[in-house]
Every structure is written in C-alpha cells, then in structure tokens.
C-alpha cells in the first residue's frame, strides 16, 4: 500500500486496556501502527470505554488505561505528527455512537460472532453495551473519516459492519462518511495460543502459558515457548495440520523477517527444540526495545498526563467536526 498522495490518507486503531498486550496483539496490530505512524495521517487510542463492556474493577480500568497509553507512546508513534490519545476523552465517539445506533439494524448486529462468543463467556452478564459495542468501534473509525484500519484477523466482521452502516448513512443522506478499508496483514493477523493452537491466543486466557505478554522477561518467554504445543513429526514445515508448528514460524517469520521457505530450509534436519529456542530469542529481540521505553515511561506520570491531555484536544478537535456534520444532517437542531 503506498501512499503518493499530498494529503496523507488516514489510519485510525484502538486497543482495549484490559491488560498488558499480548504478542497477538503486537504483531498482529501495533507492528503496523508503528510502521504506518511514519507515512500516514494516524490516530491510535485505548479504547477505555469497549473494556466496560465486561466488568471490571474501576481503579484497575484506571491504570490499565495509563499503561496502555504508555505503551503507545513506547511504540514510537511519533505523538507530535499523530494523535495518540484515550477514548472516553473524546465525548464525540459515544455521541456520534448514539446517532448511528439508529441506522445499524438489530439483525446486523446480532450477527456479530463476537457477541455470540463474548456472551457465551460472560453469561451472566450480557449487557446492553457488548451488544452494541461493534456500532461505537464503528463511531471511533467512522468520526476521524478513517481511509485504513490496522487491526487483526478478528475484528473482519466489525470493520464490515462499519463499512455497512457508512454506506447507508451516505445513501440516505449523501457522503458524509469515508468508506474505511480493513488493513490485515498477511502474516501475523490471527496469533494462536501456545497451549491449544487452534484457538487465538488471548489476553482473557485463563492458561498463563498460552500466551506470551509483550512485557515478560527474556526467562518468561523462553520458557513458554519451551512447553508450546507442536506435533510428534518433528519436522519444521508449514503444512496443513500443524497448527502449532505453524503459528510458531508465523511468530519467527514476523519478528526475523524471513519467509516460510527461508525458516524451513534454515531448520532442516533440526528438532523442535532448537527451533523452539529460536522463535523465544526472535520474540526476545523484538519485544526488547519496546520494554525498555515502556519502563522509561511508566515512570513519568507527568509526561503520559500531558501526552493524554494533548491527544485528547486533538482527538476532540477533528472528531467534532464530523460530529457536527451528522448532527446536521439528520436534522438536529444547532444553535
Ligand atoms: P483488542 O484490544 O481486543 O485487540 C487489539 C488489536 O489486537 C488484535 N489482536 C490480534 N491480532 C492477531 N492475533 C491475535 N491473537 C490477536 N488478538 C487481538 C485485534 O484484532 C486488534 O486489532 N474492538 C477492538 C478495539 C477497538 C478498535 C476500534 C479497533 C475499538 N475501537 C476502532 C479498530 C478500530 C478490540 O477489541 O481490540
């Protein structure tokens, strides 16, 4: 995807703060937020408000939402030229949530197969909001009149929902909205768990082997991927049917760089073992500057207060703009 034009496209994601990222999340999203922060228009935020979605406790939601800022601004998103900032400090998204409430159908949305799976999961509480949560994801992209949206395998289906909903608000009302184009990568957009290598790997998994934090420590990571589940062929390929083996050279490969081709010929004739210890050193490397300039940040609660307030202004200085246009729009009355 190259951008020639003058005017930078823009690129929009948000991370949920419910806890540290895990390696799915880094390189299935915040990898290319990093890359992308350098040619395009970006805007990245913590998506404090799609975490009440399940319930958690508010002191926690309140730090959580300060160390994913941090971790932003540990990525190197260049703050200055983007906006990196909190989502409920921008009050235009849960406005602007409201108005397209009423163009998104009760079907569309209830066939959303992460509500299915997330009310499945917290069946006794089945809330309003995580029903609703793919029209106010939908608000986030559509109010920064987003060109891409960087994110993971797993958020397709929502991403098309807001492609949905923006088509029909223009239909009625003439172009108001950009229609935001999914960016998935090739490699990376959908990270397994290192113990059932079927399933995505997941920062709510209960199992602390099944995945790697970006902030554990060398010792961690080795050892998680020492007990990774594989398969008895013993033979490092990419093939049908080697989940775990699989997931494990999409790991190498994003974090080396190297094709599948490349990895299988390096570790010809090799066992698992040496290909295990390998893929940690890789993930090791990656994850190393960014944990230092997250424990450099952290610690400096003046400067992630600042960068917030900033984002924040900024944030709420485009979105109300496209806010303002829709109210207008559908008719309500500004004075
Ligand atoms: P969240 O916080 O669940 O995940 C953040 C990003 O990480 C990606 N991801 C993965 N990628 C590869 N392999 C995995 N195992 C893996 N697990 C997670 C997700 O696809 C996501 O890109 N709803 C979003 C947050 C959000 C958002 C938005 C995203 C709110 N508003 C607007 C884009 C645009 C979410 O739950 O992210």
Redesign the pocket.
Known sequence: MENTQEKKQRV?????P?SI??L??Y????KNWKTMSRDYDCIF?V?DL?ALTVRIEPSLLRSQTRQMLAMLLALDLDPMNNIVFV?SHAHTHAELSWLLNCYTQFGEASRMT?FKDKSRKHADNVNVGLFD?PV??AA??LIYQSDF???????KQ??ELARNIAERFNGIYGDTFTIPEPFIGTK?????SLQDPTA????SDTNPKASVSVLDTPDVIVKKFKSAVTDSEASVRYAEGKDGINNLMTIYSCCTGLSYEQIESDFAGKGYGDFKAAVAEAVVEELRPLQAEYNRIISDKAYIGECAKQGAEKALYVSQKTLRKVQKKVGLWQV
């Open positions: 929009l994601s948000l991370i949920q419910t990222p895990t799915g999340n390189l299935g999203a915040l935020g998506a799609h989502q992460q949560y106010l994801m986030d992209i949206v960087p994110v993971g395998a797993d958020q929502h991403l990376g957009a959908k990270i397994m995505k790997m997941s920062k």
